[in-house]
């Protein structure tokens, strides 16, 4: 239950989760077309990284046991620790794709080091 987070726009109550600004397709795109431009972007969307709530994908998320946590509780304006959801252990997609871009932009630098 140490990574539950409240959400204080929503009232929500979980794990929370990455969210980067920009999209792994326009990223895809500046590589195949503007390689320095695409690798830029890439840098310049992992910088805006947050964590955040799923439900309304705010960055105004706090620790269940934070004592403004404990208020909200008290006030009712959250459920209570025993309805809290289980921890997910998943991996968003789009950190799966961004890996696998990645990897795929270091295969292509050392098969074109090779080619020389």
Known sequence: MTNQKVCLQCGSVGTSQEFKKG???TGIVFLFFFVLPGIIY?????????????VCKSA??????SPASHRMMAAGQMP??????NVEKHKS????????????????LVLASRAC
């Open 23 to 25: 999209s792994v397709l």
């Open 42 to 54: 890439f840098i310049w969307r992992g910088s805006t990284a947050y964590q955040g709530c799923r």
């Open 60 to 65: 105004s998320v706090i620790p269940v046991d």
């Open 80 to 85: 209570s620790l025993a309805v809290i959801e």
């Open 93 to 108: 997609k789009d950190t799966l794709v961004g890996t696998c871009v990645f990897i795929g932009i270091i295969l292509l």
